[in-house]
């Protein structure tokens, strides 16, 4: 049960949110919340944690809707005074951008679409003219309304007002801008738009056929920056560090302040944040086994995975009813349930030593697949069997 503790805790959270957001949430979950949290720690009770847990997310803000009159106004906006509160998303017919009204009351903020290779950063004040528009379809506008977007722009002519303060989604984005460039000066259109995607996550530049086809074929997972692209990084450079002979603790500092970096660049995208948070508890472990302080038997990865869910829930608390969340999640949980059945079972002890790493793959991968089938065939209405396969090919590539 004392395994399941911490999960159980981020299984709740994320479920109470997904009833908040059903329209389950109220003042009342607070109170019976906190009683339950009180109950549980008398009875030392890990059900009743587990319940205070999902009435805790029942009771996280959600963003709210603005006033209906602006809402009806942003079809017909055409000049705007606005903030930029997040790291531009390059495409390949415009930039785009999350933005907030200046000068309202209530927070609203719009997805702005700028030309391409617009000169616009976090924190700049613009002026803006165009036309506003509502989202459409249906089901988009209510994925943007649980983010608190509430509407689109699309940018004709844009003046800076004002150059955002110097931090670190700053910096984040003037890096960005500088690799994404020089991918294109130095390679073909193809060819950059595809490293574009599989490095620095800027998918939106990668025709939208291709875009298409790598989904038909189940490796869609491929050009969304996850745990395996990072892994993949963090493992180059652990080689590198241990050929500098760089003690196991400075090592793992100087990786994980890599991969804070890293997070920022590619966007701080969700499946990215998790893989940063669990790594960074991996590695906090294992400095402390390096002291004597820890013993190895106690590192249990599903303890990672489910802190990066509770933080991440926290800090997104829109984040569970998104797609890019489900299939990070439920994907490394699968694995890191199913696959030590795998790794201890008769089989696998049968087979030669030249077969058990490719048969490691084809399970890791079917692990993945099982984790993300539920949410695969809701979302896009069809699963691709020979995904297994294919992953099989192309990851260790």
């Known amino acids: 049960m004392s395994r399941f503790l911490l999960p159980g805790v981020a299984a709740g959270l994320t479920c109470g949110v997904a009833l908040g957001t059903a329209g389950l949430n109220g003042w009342w979950a607070v109170p019976t919340g906190a009683a339950l949290l009180a109950g549980a720690c008398w009875w030392r009770c890990v059900s009743l944690l587990w319940v205070a847990a999902l009435l805790a997310g029942v009771a996280l803000p959600q963003p709210g809707a603005p006033p209906t009159a602006i809402v009806h106004q942003i079809p017909l906006l055409e000049q705007a005074t606005v903030r930029a509160v997040g790291i531009p998303e390059p495409r390949a017919r415009s930039t785009e951008v999350l933005v ?8 609203v903020r719009l997805l702005a ?8 950063g976090p924190g700049d004040v613009l002026r803006l003219e165009g036309r506003g528009a509502a989202p459409r379809p249906a089901e988009w506008a209510r994925r943007l309304q649980r983010r608190g977007v509430h509407g689109l722009f699309f940018v004709e002519k844009a ?3 004002e150059k955002g303060a110097a931090g670190p989604l700053r910096w984040a984005h003037e890096a960005r801008v500088h ?4 991918l294109r000066e130095s390679l073909t259109e193809e060819g950059a738009a595809f490293l574009s995607a599989l490095l620095l996550g800027a998918r939106g530049l990668m025709p939208a056929e291709r875009q298409e086809a790598f989904r038909s074929a189940g490796i869609a997972h491929l050009l969304a920056l996850s745990g395996l692209h990072l892994g993949l990084l963090m493992a180059g450079g652990w080689w590198l560090l241990k050929v500098l002979r760089l003690p196991m603790v400075p090592r793992y500092l100087a990786l994980m302040t890599f991969a804070s970096g890293y997070v920022l660049l590619a966007g701080a995208r969700v499946s990215l944040v998790r893989a940063a948070i669990m790594f960074g508890c991996a590695g906090g472990f294992w400095m402390l086994w390096a002291r004597g302080w820890v013993l190895r038997r106690w590192l249990d990865p599903l303890q990672p ?3 990066a869910a509770v933080f991440t829930v926290f800090l997104w608390p829109w984040s569970p009813g998104d797609v ?12 890191l349930l199913f696959l030590p059945g795998w790794m201890a079972s008769r089989l696998r002890a049968r087979l030669p030593s030249r077969l058990s790493w490719p048969a490691d793959l084809v399970a890791v991968s079917a692990c993945a697949q099982a984790g993300a089938l539920p949410v695969v065939g809701a979302t896009f ?7 297994v396969l294919a992953n099989v090919v192309l990851v260790p590539w």
């Open 305 to 307: 995975l489910a802190a």
């Open 324 to 335: 890019g969340f489900q299939l990070s999640f439920l994907a490394t949980g699968s694995i």
């Open 100 to 107: 907030e009204l200046e000068g309202h009351p209530a927070s």
């Open 113 to 120: 679409y700028f030309p391409p290779g617009a000169a616009v």
């Open 179 to 182: 690799l994404l460039r020089r």
């Open 381 to 387: 209405g069809r699963v691709a069997l020979f995904a």
């Open 159 to 161: 003046v800076v007002l």
